[in-house]
């Protein structure tokens, strides 16, 4: 099966700095991988994801991802971090098919960004 | 319209009651799911319709009874549920086939069983 990990629980950062935040998956073929955020009581929204071509992907909001296949990774990352970027962000591979067209999709635990100002 | 609307926000019930969540949207998506979210944890999937029939149910008790009335409508029974049923529930729903492959969620639905 699929599976995706978010080694860190949390991560700080300072206002104005390069932030990343790492994710490494597990995948039998090729992966279909994505990144969510969760702002507080609200649901996920998607950010970017990677299904094929080019390794560095472009997302909302000033985030980009970068897909690195010898190292099984999926990092998240912003040059400059904002206050508002702090939320709950989510690594999420594709797992099965379910019928034609539709996926189930397994999440990583989640790590929560801290933005200092 | 790309929203997904869940009803209600918050919800409260006692371990006799019965409820009903609902989603609806209206983004012309044919599958539709149910998510189950504790506090700081991932999302886990309960149910999957695609095309209006059920087709994935992850082992959930049958205290919870999903339907899908028509496309743009999901809704999730509830009955006789347990205080550790309390949780985030979160409909999601997504294009079928689509190169623009993601999920959209609703803002969810905050249930407490007292």
């Known amino acids: 099966a699929q599976s995706v990990a978010q080694p860190e629980d949390q991560v700080n950062v300072a206002e104005g700095n390069p932030l990343t935040v790492k994710c490494t998956y597990s995948v039998s073929g090729n992966p279909y991988l994505f990144w969510y955020v969760q702002y507080p009581n609200r649901g996920l929204q998607f950010l970017l994801k990677y299904i094929t071509g080019d390794n560095l992907v472009k997302g909302s909001y000033g985030f980009e991802a970068e897909f690195n296949k010898s190292q099984t990774s999926f990092h998240l990352k912003k040059p400059s971090a904002l206050v508002s970027d702090s939320a709950l962000y989510f690594c999420?591979?594709?797992?099965?098919?379910?019928?034609?067209?539709?996926?189930?999709?397994?999440f990583g635990t989640g790590t929560r960004l801290k933005v200092l100002a | 319209d790309t929203e997904v609307t869940q009803t209600p926000k918050h919800l409260v019930m006692g371990m006799t009651n019965k409820k009903s969540l609902k989603c609806e949207q209206h983004?012309?998506?044919?599958?539709m799911y149910w998510y189950k979210q504790k506090a700081k944890k991932p999302p886990e999937l309960m149910f999957v319709?695609?095309?209006?029939?059920?087709?994935i149910n992850e082992s959930v008790p049958s205290r919870f009874s999903p339907e899908c009335p028509n496309s743009s409508l999901l809704n999730l029974h509830l009955h006789a549920l347990q205080p550790e049923d309390s949780a985030l529930y979160l409909c999601?729903?997504?294009?079928?086939?689509?190169?623009?492959?993601?999920?959209?969620f609703g803002s969810g639905t905050q249930l407490s069983v007292l």
């Open positions: 999601a729903s997504s294009q079928t086939g689509a190169p623009n492959e993601k999920l959209f």
């Open positions: 983004m012309g998506h044919r599958a």
């Open positions: 319709y695609s095309y209006e029939k059920l087709s």
């Open positions: 999420a591979v594709r797992d099965m098919r379910i019928t034609s067209g539709t996926y189930k999709y397994i």
